[in-house]
């Protein structure tokens, strides 16, 4: 079974400031997809951003990008130029290619970053 | 509007009364999904439908009930709620099962005294 890691439980930033936020992941999995989603005070789950593990470019959306390591199975997330909006809980997920039926369908999530933004 | 709607959001109930929490997604989605979210847990899966009739169980399925009669709708069922079933619930769906993007209803927060 996968696992994700996220071995930050708590992250603070000065607003304007760059943070990266770290996640890794087990698998044994060649394909997969990996997925930073946001969870702000209203509870709503918010999808960030998307990468299919078998594009080498990095996925990028405006002030968000990744580093994806492959070899590392590393998967961080950058927030560029942080804006009081972006104070959230942050939850990295893995979802296998691949479905094998008769389990869970391989979409693990990670235990989450709450992450401040300090004015 | 495409999104997925949960109701209620807030429930609070006592042991061992039936609950049925509705979940109903207007985009023709294939997929659909329950999980649960706990301090310090994460979201962990409680069940998935890859279509009609097609129900499967996730990581913490005990306890709980789906039924998948309809394209759009996928309630979860607490036959018989207990203390340890209070949680943050997540409805969600997809158009596929490779790499697509969930598309997640905004929670119902469920209290078991």
């Known amino acids: 079974a996968q696992t994700v890691t996220q071995s930050q439980p708590e992250m603070s930033v000065q607003e304007a400031e760059t943070v990266t936020l770290s996640c890794t992941y087990d698998t044994s999995e060649s394909d997969y997809y990996l997925f930073w989603y946001k969870q702000p005070p209203s509870r709503q789950m918010i999808l960030v951003i998307r990468?299919?593990?078998?594009?080498?470019q990095n996925a990028t959306e405006n002030r968000f990008s990744v580093n994806f390591q492959k070899a590392a199975k590393s998967f961080s997330l950058k927030i560029s130029d942080s804006q009081l909006g972006d104070a959230a809980m942050y939850f990295c997920a893995y979802r296998s290619a691949l479905y094998s039926g008769g389990g869970a369908d391989g979409l693990t999530f990670g235990k989450g970053t709450h992450l401040i933004i300090q004015p | 509007e495409a999104q997925v709607t949960q109701n209620p959001r807030y429930l609070i109930t006592v042991t061992g009364k039936k609950l049925t929490v509705t979940c109903s997604q207007n985009?023709?989605?294939?997929?659909m999904s329950w999980y649960r979210q706990d301090p310090g847990l994460g979201l962990r899966q409680i069940y998935y439908?890859?279509?009609?009739?097609?129900?499967d169980k996730g990581d913490v399925p005990e306890g709980y009930k789906v039924s998948r009669k309809e394209k759009r709708n996928f309630p979860l069922i607490l036959e018989s709620p207990s203390p340890n079933q209070t949680s943050l619930y997540f409805c969600?769906?997809?158009?596929?099962?490779?790499?697509?993007?969930?598309?997640f209803g905004s929670g119902t927060q469920l209290s078991v005294l």
């Open positions: 990468q299919e593990a078998y594009k080498q």
């Open positions: 439908s890859m279509n009609v009739e097609v129900t």
């Open positions: 985009m023709n989605h294939e997929y």
């Open positions: 969600a769906s997809s158009r596929g099962l490779r790499g697509e993007k969930l598309f």
